[in-house]
């Protein structure tokens, strides 16, 4: 861990708490009226930075929580919040980490360095895709194509707002959820609609 990810770490409570003040990346936004995608989500690929391939199809019956994340970012120290989530929920959960380079350029290290970065620091064991593009733009992944517009999902157009965005899924591939960055993975939010 960098000088500045030591830093960001313990000012990380001070950020969550100072953008929670101002009312600074708390979005959520839901589908309340239950608008079921356009096109499948369980049709795409995520190519993981192992070198496999992960099939969203795997997941069916299962709620997907989806998030792009960052090592050099204030919140960097939600991927601590998203094991202990996956830890407590995997048998009905399943996270998904997104890293991206989209934001201040708080993601440079290549995937190799960011698996060993989540490993060391974090103890991650949920799935890590390779590094990709999560804001709308060429070369956007596909997954954040999907999530990110309601022509495909059906109702959605919000792209992340910055690192640590979240996405949840229901158990039949409906996108339910959109939280920003300062909505904790642990929140009462995100834990409620989890457990809707």
């Given at each position: 861990m960098t000088l500045r990810q030591r830093i960001l770490r313990i000012v990380y409570p001070f950020l969550i708490h100072f953008t929670k003040l101002l009312k600074k990346n708390t979005?959520?936004?839901?589908?309340?009226?239950?608008?079921k995608p356009v096109e499948s989500i369980y049709d795409l690929n995520v190519h993981l930075n192992n070198g496999a391939i992960l099939p969203l199809s795997t997941f069916k019956g299962k709620k997907?929580?989806?998030?792009n994340t960052a090592s050099?970012?204030?919140?960097?120290?939600?991927?601590?919040?998203?094991?202990?989530?996956y830890q407590n929920a995997k048998e009905d959960l399943a996270i998904i980490g997104?890293?991206?380079?989209?934001?201040?350029?708080?993601?440079?290290?290549s995937d190799e360095e960011i698996a060993k970065f989540?490993?060391?620091?974090?103890?991650?064991?949920?799935p890590i895709a390779r590094k990709s593009r999560v804001?709308?733009?060429?070369?956007?992944?596909?997954?954040?194509?999907?999530?990110?517009?309601?022509e495909?999902?059906?109702?959605?157009?919000?792209?992340?707002?910055?690192n640590f965005s979240k996405y949840l899924i229901n158990e039949e591939g409906t996108l339910t959820h959109y939280f920003d960055p300062s909505v904790?993975?642990?929140?009462?939010?995100?834990?409620?609609?989890?457990?809707?």
């Open positions: 979005k959520v936004s839901e589908n309340k009226n239950g608008v997907i929580l989806l998030v050099d970012c204030g919140y960097t120290a939600q991927y601590a919040d998203l094991q202990k989530l997104f890293p991206a380079n989209d934001f201040k350029e708080q993601e440079k290290g989540c490993s060391l620091n974090f103890g991650v064991s949920f804001v709308k733009s060429d070369g956007q992944h596909p997954v954040f194509q999907w999530l990110t517009n309601k495909l999902n059906g109702w959605n157009n919000q792209q992340p707002s910055w904790l993975p642990v929140s009462d939010e995100v834990l409620k609609a989890i457990n809707q």
